[in-house]
T-cell receptor, first 115, second 115 residues
Framework: AQKVTQAQTEISVVEKEDVTLDCVYE???????LFWYKQPPSGELVFLIR??????QNEISGRYSWNFQKSTSSFNFTITASQVVDSAVYFC????????????FGAGTRLFVKA | NAGVTQTPKFQVLKTGQSMTLQCAQD?????MSWYRQDPGMGLRLIHY???????DQGEVPNGYNVSRSTTEDFPLRLLSAAPSQTSVYFC??????????????FGQGTRLTVV
């Protein structure tokens, strides 16, 4: 069975602080994909990143960075120098190649960035 | 390019009524899914389809039916609405890119209230 756990329900930081959102996943597949999505207060879902199971390189995109560690089944997301516009719910998701192309989402982490 | 279009955006139903949530995509994507989003529970997969004529159940299929007669359309039917089906519903599509699976492209969501 596939499972995604985002243990942090809500996080509150002050602007310019760094913040890390945790994501732990479970799957028996050797080929799988991990995703992060952002849901701002307006409600739409915005794709942030995709990572496949064979690529453990960390990635940086502006103030965003992702740390993928297969040894701990984690795919954590860090925002550096947070801004008020980063306030949103962030979802981590998992799709395995077997199991019919299902994408399973975590419960999400709500991030509040205060000015 | 419209992407993924969901209609309606808002709907209020009485208990026992039936209705169909529409989802259409114009990107020729093979894969389509329906999710519901409830507070604190993230996105849960209701049903999904890997191509026209093929559908399968997700995590929470009870009370919902789907069909996929064309690549473009993937309607979600509530046969007898219940208050427990009050939620925000998202439709998503994606495709296979070589050996990789792309991220999901989401519609804007349908907010359904069952009274």
């Amino acid at each position: 069975a596939q499972k995604v756990t985002q243990a942090q329900t809500e996080i509150s930081v002050v602007e310019k602080e760094d913040v890390t959102l945790d994501c732990v996943y479970e799957t028996r597949d050797t080929t799988y994909y991990l995703f992060w999505y952002k849901q701002p207060p307006s409600g739409e879902l915005v794709f942030l990143i995709r990572r496949n199971s064979f690529d453990e390189q960390n990635e940086i995109s502006g103030r965003y960075s992702w740390n993928f560690q297969k040894s701990t089944s984690s795919f954590n997301f860090t925002i550096t120098a947070s801004q008020v516009v980063d306030s949103a719910v962030y979802f981590c998701a998992l799709r395995a190649n077997t199991g019919g192309f299902k994408t399973i989402f975590g419960a999400g982490t709500r991030l509040f960035v205060k000015a | 390019n419209a992407g993924v279009t969901q209609t309606p955006k808002f709907q209020v139903l009485k208990t026992g009524q039936s209705m169909t949530l529409q989802c259409a995509q114009d990107m020729n994507h093979e894969y389509m899914s329906w999710y519901r989003q409830d507070p604190g529970m993230g996105l849960r997969l209701i049903h999904y389809s890997v191509g026209a004529g093929i559908t399968d159940q997700g995590e929470v299929p009870n009370g919902y039916n789907v069909s996929r007669s064309t690549t473009e359309d993937f309607p979600l039917r509530l046969l007898s609405a219940a208050p427990s089906q009050t939620s925000v519903y998202f439709c998503a599509s994606s495709y296979r890119q070589g050996r990789a699976n792309t991220e999901a492209f989401f519609g804007q969501g349908t907010r359904l209230t069952v009274v």
